[in-house]
């Protein structure tokens, strides 16, 4: 299920673009989208501050107030896995958008063509992360495969391991913490870190690593061992620049 986020002041286009993105994504096989539309740069903005990132963002590059080339600074400065498609009547500012890794620069006015163009480029890094199966354990004798890309963290409580996932929480019942993380290691190399005793995470899923604790993209928080901080620092921002040079 790909997030996808538009931003355009400019209410006719931002339809255009919603309605572009939404069959693009009906007609794409195997492909579900959650799309949402923002008419305001600074609702887009709180979202982002307070919700975590999207898989792919449409902006526009100019608006009341803000440049999208400076949201997308802010968006490469929180190390989200996002592809960003920039829009705009002018092509002044395309060398700058491409600086920022964006995937696509479309000029207005604009096509289906077009758009679709920039989703295809968009998709297609998603497309090419080979799914890593995780083969969990769970009550009655179930057994349940998951992606190793799309667990955000696995915690120990009272003797039992919970899996969180972007969409779900599984529970396994055999496999120890350690055991799991010698599977992802193997799966993922560097992805995943022990930050503490009783938790692995998803370095694509962290936000933010402070002095004692590391912030989710969920906004969940896990404490991490004292006097780490320095060293898990160094390699979350390893892993993140490792990831937009990938």
């Known amino acids: 299920m790909f997030r996808v986020a538009i931003c355009d002041d400019q209410s006719d286009q931002l339809k255009t673009e919603i309605r572009i993105a939404e069959k693009y994504f009906e007609e794409a096989p195997g492909l579900d989208a959650v799309i949402t539309g923002y008419d305001d740069p600074d609702a ?32 490469r400065d929180r190390h989200d896995r996002t592809e960003i498609i920039f829009v705009s009547f002018s092509r002044d500012y395309a060398v700058e958008a491409f600086s920022l890794n964006a995937v696509h ?55 039992r391991r919970i899996v969180h996932t972007a969409t779900a929480d599984y529970e396994e019942m055999k496999k120890p913490l350690s055991k799991l993380f010698i599977e992802l290691e193997a799966l ?17 899923s962290v936000r933010t690593i402070s002095a004692d604790r590391i912030i989710m993209q969920n906004g969940d928080s896990i404490l991490i061992r004292r006097g780490d901080f320095r060293n898990l620092r160094d390699i979350f921002f390893q892993w993140s620049f490792r990831e937009q040079e990938a």
């Open 44 to 75: 887009f903005l709180s979202d982002l501050r307070s919700s975590g990132g999207w898989d792919i963002v449409i902006l526009d590059v100019c608006m009341p107030g803000y440049l999208g080339t400076d949201i997308a600074k802010e968006i």
């Open 105 to 159: 620069y479309v000029t207005k006015p604009l096509s289906e063509e077009s758009v679709r163009e920039a989703l295809d480029r968009a998709v297609r890094p998603f497309a090419e992360r080979a799914k890593k199966p995780v083969m969990l354990s769970l009550e009655n004798g179930v057994i349940q495969n998951v992606d190793a890309n799309d667990i955000m963290y696995i915690e120990s409580v009272a003797y």
């Open 188 to 204: 993922c190399p560097g992805q995943f870190i022990q930050p503490n005793r009783g938790y692995i995470v998803n370095l694509d």
